[in-house]
Structure formats: C-alpha cells, structure tokens
C-alpha cells in the first residue's frame, strides 16, 4: 500500500488493502525480500505501509522542505542504525523483565507496556537532544529511555524505591527526570497537551528575554490516537499555531483504547490532518519500519527545530493489553496480537532488512540485555524511601520560611532590570510606571483602593520586577472583569501577557507547562467558578512537587474572584462554592481575601512562593475600596485578626470566635453592632488561609472564648466549615464549652430568586441568632 498523504484518506486505503488479500504482502524498506504471512479474516486493522520514497512528496508539498533538507534526514549513518536497533532492543527487554517484575510483586499498581512500539523509542534516541522538553504520557518507561533517563533509575522508579527517578514518588505512570528535561509521564488521558504547549512557551519565552540556552529547543508531546480526539487536541494545535510555537505532537496509533477500537468512536482516525486547519502540516509514519519512522520523524523534528508546529503520527500495533489487568475481552484483540508479533514486529522486520547487514545484531542485542541486567541490579539494592518523604515534599516552600520580600528573581533584580529594559519600549515602561505609581497612590489615599486594583497594581509590580512573571487570562486587554490584569498586555506584550480562549483548563495547563520551566505564570479567572473547568489541572499543579520527587517547583497563581454573596442573584452555577472542591487537592496553598490591603499583601506573595497556589477574591465586593499599605507582603499560612472580643463579654460568657471569609467578613463585621448593643461580642478571624490550617491564630482565640462560629459560603456536606470544624474537634476539642455550631448552605444549588436565596445563604441576621444560641 503507497504512503498515505495529506489529503487522503486512510479508511478507504485500509479498506482497500483488505479487500485486495486477507493476507499482508509485507515490503520492507531496502530489500527485495517479499515475505506473505496469513491474516486471520476477523482482522479490522491491518498494518499500512509509508515508504520513505513516497512520503518525499508529502514532505515538499506540506512541510516545503527542500530536496537538500529531504537528503538529511533520509541519510542514516551504520552508527545511527546500529544505534537505533539497540534501543529497540532495550526496551523490548526492559518492558520484559518489567513484565516479569509485575508477576513477581516488585511492581504495583499500574503499569503500562510498549512493546511492539519500539520504532517511536528508537526515533527519539536519533533525533531528540538532551535540552529538547518531553512529554509523555502513563506509557512512558521508553520514551524516559530513550531520552537519556538512566535506566537503572527508571526500573528503580517502577520498583517503588529511594533510586528511583522520583525517590518512589511517581512509579511506572510518572517518570520525571529534570537532567535531561524528561517532563512526564502524566496520568490522565491527552492532560499533558497543554502542559507541552506551555513548555514551547517557554522555549519562546526564553528567546524573547534572551535567556535560551539553545534556540533551537523543541518541546515534544507523546498522545494516543484516542487522546488525540480529545477537545485538548484542537485548542492545543490552535494555541501552537497561533504563536508559532516550536512543538512536535507525536501520536501513537495501536488503534485501540482499552476495550474500543478507535474507529468505533471516531469518524476521522487520520490525526495527522487535524493541523490543516490551523495550517500545520502532518505526516504519517509506518511505525513497523524502524527505517522509514526515522526518516519522516527526523523530517518533522527539523521542520519543528526551523519553522513551527507539526504533527507525527506512528501507526503501530502494541502486542500487550493496556495494562497487566487488561482482560483484553474487545473483538479480534487476541488473534490480532497472535497475528501482529509474526508479522508486525519492528525487531524482527529490521532483522530481516538488508540494513540488518550494517549491523552487528549480537553485540547490540547484548549491550541492550546488558544495560537491563544492571537496572534490575540497582532497583533491587535500592533502599525504600523514607516514609515522612511525602509529607516533607508538600509543599516547594514550606510554609512561614520564606521572607517574600527578600526573594529575588531567578537571574537577580540587576539582570531582570536590564532584560526589562532591553524587551519593553522606554515609553511603554515611562506609561507602566506612571500608572503604578497612581494605583499607589490611590492605595495611600482616603478613600482608599478597590479590591480588583489593589490585586491589578500587585500583578503590574511583579511582572515589572520579574520578567519571568507571565499571565493569562480571558478577556486580558480590557482587564477581565475587575481589572486585575489590566495593562499587563498593552505593557508586556502578548506573549507575556496572553489572551486566552474560552476554557480555563487549556490556559491553566499552559501556566503549568510554564511553571515547570523556569515562569511565574499567573492565571486570572474572571470567576473562580470557571475553575471547575480546570479542576484537573489544578490537581496536577499541587501534585507535581511532590509526584516528580521534589525536582519541579510549581510557582503558579491562581486568582478568581468568587463566593456566595447574599442577594446575589446569580444562581446555582456562578454560586459553587469551588474553594471548597479544591480544598481536597494536595499541594495547594489557597488564601482568601475581603479587602484591598489582604488582597494585595496575598497575591504579592503568592507570586513569589513557589508553590501552586490560589487566590480567592470576593465576587461582589470587587470594587469595594479601602486601606492598603503597599510594599507589604502578607504570609501564606496566617489567618488575619480583625477584632477581639471585649474582656467583659468574655467574663459574662457572651464572646465567641467567629471564622469566616470572602463576603463572610463583612456580614461579620455588619453583625457586630447589633451583637453589642446586646450585649455579646466576638473575636472576628478572617481564614485568610483555607489551607494550610492555621491552628495557632485559632486556639488562641478559643483560649480567650471557649466557643466557635463559622459563618460559611460552602455546602453543609464537603464544605469549607466542615473542614475546619472537624480540625478544631480533632485538635482542640478540650478548648471549646459548646460544639462547633456551622452557619453554612445546605445541600441544594443556590437559587436565584432572593426569597429563597434567603434562606440558603447566610448573612449577617443569621450570625446575630447564631452567636446568641451558643451564649
């Protein structure tokens, strides 16, 4: 069958082949050898044929490369060959002794085989460089081999233990490795499309500041055909295409999901032409000739290294089932597997090439069985980690070490000035700094600052001092909705300041891939509730410290204004509580702010911490204005004392602590009046901090009081105030005289009509009747 090339369609030719013979006439690249081996006629999926004659064309008329640029990368040396054979052999070996390891009990949980796919391996280790970006997905021992990750630490890794890539944190799913810039293995299907995108970011990002190392650096990304008709697909090669950006997507075809032929689900399977649209060129690969996968991938690679994005795609056949829990029950799987490991293996086929001549098979073969052997020696001696090691890895910075206002940038104030200096135009920063200096001003006036300002002036400040601070968001020129990042476009350009599309996980996922990579990104929300599109990357963003062993930092911020105001009138979706979906997730700092000067002090710091974190702004009083001492940098892990209750409402038992945050805060301080003129009183503690739990502002309070309030906008069930009543319990309990009383919304969406919102969203009325029932 002849290459498949742009514009033709790979169904009709599949079929076609088919019909011709139920047996597969199997040519192989540089031999006149024809060997015939019988199909199964149950077979739906037959191995198609790219010779590297026939993808020529395709590469002039796609990619316009030149016959000279064709030449190249055609030209594969006996050192490339003998090179490529034994890494295919490596990993066939090592994806063995893998096998036998699981049977044994050495290896847990999931784990995911290559074997079969061993070209794609063998492309990567001839035309991937050490400072290239990698993304893999949870199939990814061999591309981490391949790309020069010690094999003795990837098994270790496997094997749960100290050794390991990541001291056992990842396992076989996620193998990082930041030497040779092997960014994962991720988990969750196509979720690591954005995260390369935001990789080749920084690659852009590195030449516009000058800090490129090497500027020809490409980001690489590694999806099945399934993830590839993931929603992430689409945007991932329009943000590519929109900024050029030099990133190579690689998509594996076996064909199959677990139990679903791909064909089943999707109408179109020719993946290497979902660029056109966007202007990318694609090509196809017959990732059973080792030969020919070399050839047209060094072609994509070099198009990536000099000229923007492209597509790869392998059509390959993988011989296990999705995992060793694979009961491999979908039609045909067997029989295809039986048929594909006689006819389809790239080993066996490069064997019986005239290019197995060039080689000496047996002292490759042995090198690469060489290699395992040593693995499986050092994962074997190789000490367990400690067991504190995951809690010592929450958190990049642990909280309260870290002076903010002593951290510099990463290259020092002096260097970031010049960089500054030398990318923005003298009057753009003339105009930038005038307008800092206003916003400055209004925070020292009477009046006051509004909230969205006090966070807009934080944020110009630290993309100012920092030229590593990047931010993304909708609606970016005009300010979103609050101007938090207004003028960040107009000042530091686009590609420093993005407008995104319209779903925040995508531009979440960009800030993650950057984040990794030396940046500062900062993600504004418009409504924290929008979040809930994101909430997958949002986990990965508090897991990646600690599931990569503590070898990538995660500086990523978070803003969203949010809450549920009473009588806000917005109804159920634009009223969850999502600080309290994402309090469950690992590694994540999250802080709340009510006012301008906590609002500012906050996102000061989270900026410059180096962990993810998220901060969350109050919905309908983001224009209220008030104090803000500017220059202040307010810690990540403190709630915030508004007000102690007086020492004669404390002796008459008539004082309570009251928790609260967001629109809480002022419902609170509403409350007081009425609360004194009976005679009750409260020490009033804003959780500045949702997480982590400030136990020590809390006790102190009860150690005054005796007695807990918690004025909350989350749900009864799962809720913030659940959180912090069952931690007050758990640690306090010989502190409170009454039980924990929680003024939260119950069960139910939040309506929109005010007379029922009435009686779901508390207010000030509520605390008042709260507070006295305890007293």
């Given at each position: 069958m002849p290459a498949v090339r742009a514009g033709s369609n790979l169904h009709r030719r599949t079929n076609n082949a088919k019909k011709q013979s139920r047996s597969s006439v199997i040519r192989r690249a540089s031999t006149t050898k024809t060997k015939t081996i019988e199909a199964p006629p149950n077979l739906e999926r037959l191995?198609?044929?790219?010779?590297?004659?026939?993808?020529?064309?395709?590469?002039?008329?796609?990619?316009?490369m030149s016959d000279a640029e064709i030449a190249e990368a055609g030209a594969l040396s006996d050192e490339e060959i003998s090179e490529a054979y034994t890494m295919m052999q490596l990993c066939r070996d090592f994806e063995n002794e893998c096998n036998q390891a699981y049977m044994a009990g050495k290896i847990r949980g999931f784990m995911h085989l290559d074997n079969g796919q061993e070209s794609i391996p063998a492309l990567l280790g001839n035309a991937i460089r050490k400072t290239d970006l990698k993304h893999s997905y949870y199939r990814d021992h061999c591309h981490a081999l391949a790309c020069g990750v010690d094999a003795g630490a990837v098994m270790a890794e496997l094997f749960g233990r100290d050794g390991g890539?990541?001291?056992?944190?990842?396992?076989?799913?996620?193998?990082?490795?930041?030497?040779?810039?092997?960014?994962?293995?991720?988990?969750?299907?196509?979720?690591?499309?954005?995260?390369?995108?935001?990789?080749?970011?920084?690659?852009?990002?590195?030449?516009?500041?000058?800090?490129?190392e090497a500027e020809d650096r490409i980001a690489v990304v590694f999806v099945g055909e399934g993830g590839a008709q993931n929603g992430r697909m689409a945007e991932c090669l329009n943000a590519a295409a929109k900024e050029n950006l030099p990133i190579l997507f690689v998509v594996i075809d076996n064909g199959r999901a677990i139990n679903t032929f791909t064909k089943d689900v999707a109408t179109n399977q020719e993946v290497f032409n979902q660029g056109k649209h966007y202007g990318i060129p694609g090509v196809l690969a017959d990732g059973q000739n080792v030969q020919d996968t070399m050839r047209i991938g060094r072609a994509a690679i070099q198009h990536v290294r000099t000229k923007g994005p492209a597509i790869l795609q392998v059509h390959t056949f993988r011989f296990n089932g999705h995992s060793p829990a694979d009961p491999e029950h979908e039609r045909n799987r067997k029989d295809e597997k039986r048929w594909a490991r006689a006819a389809c293996d790239p080993i066996k086929i490069f064997e019986e090439s005239a290019d197995a001549a060039r080689v000496d098979l047996a002292a490759c073969t042995a090198k690469a069985r060489e290699e395992v052997r040593k693995a499986l020696e050092f994962a074997n001696a190789s000490p367990p980690p400690p067991k504190d090691l995951a809690a010592q890895l929450e958190y990049p910075?642990?909280?309260?070490?870290?002076?903010?206002?002593?951290?510099?940038?990463?290259?020092?104030?002096?260097?970031?000035?010049?960089?500054?200096?030398?990318?923005?135009p003298e009057a753009t920063l003339t105009a930038l700094k005038?307008?800092?200096?206003?916003l400055r001003a209004m925070a020292g006036s009477e009046a006051g600052i509004s909230i969205g300002d006090a966070v807009n002036l934080a944020?110009?400040?630290?993309?100012?001092?920092?030229?590593?601070?990047?931010?993304?968001?909708?609606?970016?020129?005009?300010?979103?909705?609050?101007?938090v990042p207004a003028n960040t476009q107009q000042a530091f350009g686009t590609l420093r300041a993005a407008d995104e599309i319209i779903d925040e996980g995508h531009f979440i996922g960009k800030a993650l891939g950057e984040a990794m990579n030396g940046y500062r990104p900062i993600v504004e929300l418009m409504n924290a509730n929008f979040g809930i599109y994101g909430i997958a990357e949002l986990s990965s963003a508090g897991n990646t410290f600690a599931t990569t062993g503590g070898q990538f930092e995660m500086p990523m911020t978070i803003i969203g204004a949010g809450g549920t105001a009473p009588n806000q009138s917005l109804g159920a979706e634009h009223s969850q509580p999502?600080?309290?979906?994402?309090?469950?997730?690992?590694?994540?700092?999250?802080?709340?702010?009510?006012?301008?000067?906590?609002?500012?002090?906050?996102?000061?710091?989270?900026?410059?911490?180096?962990?993810p974190g998220v901060l969350l702004l109050p919905v309908k009083l983001m224009k209220t204005r008030g104090p803000c001492q500017v220059d202040n940098f307010l810690p990540l892990h403190?709630?915030?004392?508004?007000?102690?209750?007086?020492?004669?409402?404390?002796?008459?038992?008539?004082?309570?602590?009251?928790?609260?945050?967001?629109?809480?805060?002022?419902?609170?301080?509403?409350?007081?009046?009425?609360l004194n003129a009976e005679g009750y009183d409260c020490d009033l503690v804003e959780l500045t901090c949702l997480k982590p739990f400030d136990a020590d502002t809390i006790r102190a309070s009860l150690q005054r009081t005796h007695k807990l309030c918690i004025?909350?906008?989350?749900?009864?069930?799962?809720?913030?105030?659940?959180?912090?009543?069952?931690?007050?319990?758990?640690?306090?309990?010989d502190e409170l005289d009454a039980p924990v009383s929680r003024l939260c919304m119950e069960d139910a969406p939040v309506p929109y009509a005010t007379e029922m919102e009435r009686a779901m969203v508390k207010r000030a009325a509520d605390l008042v009747e709260g507070v006295k029932a305890m007293c």
């Open positions: 191995r198609i044929l790219t010779p590297w004659e026939e993808a020529q064309p395709v590469l002039k008329s796609e990619f316009g890539t990541c001291r056992g944190t990842g396992g076989s799913m996620h193998i990082y490795d930041m030497e040779t810039n092997f960014q994962g293995g991720w988990a969750l299907v196509a979720e690591q499309l954005p995260y390369a995108v935001g990789a080749a970011r920084s690659i852009a990002l590195d030449k516009h500041l000058g800090t490129g910075d642990p909280t309260g070490s870290v002076d903010y206002s002593k951290r510099e940038p990463v290259m020092g104030l002096a260097a970031a000035e010049e960089i500054t200096k030398r990318i923005v005038a307008r800092i200096e206003a944020i110009l400040e630290e993309m100012l001092r920092d030229p590593t601070t990047t931010a993304h968001a909708e609606d970016l020129q005009a300010g979103s909705s609050y101007n999502f600080h309290a979906y994402i309090m469950g997730i690992p590694g994540l700092k999250i802080c709340t702010a009510s006012k301008p000067h906590e609002a500012y002090g906050l996102a000061k710091s989270m900026i410059r911490d180096n962990s403190k709630a915030t004392v508004h007000r102690h209750a007086s020492q004669a409402a404390i002796d008459a038992g008539k004082a309570v602590t009251v928790l609260t945050y967001l629109h809480g805060t002022k419902e609170a301080e509403d409350a007081i009046d009425q004025l909350d906008e989350s749900t009864r069930s799962g809720g913030v105030g659940a959180t912090m009543s069952a931690l007050v319990a758990e640690t306090m309990f």
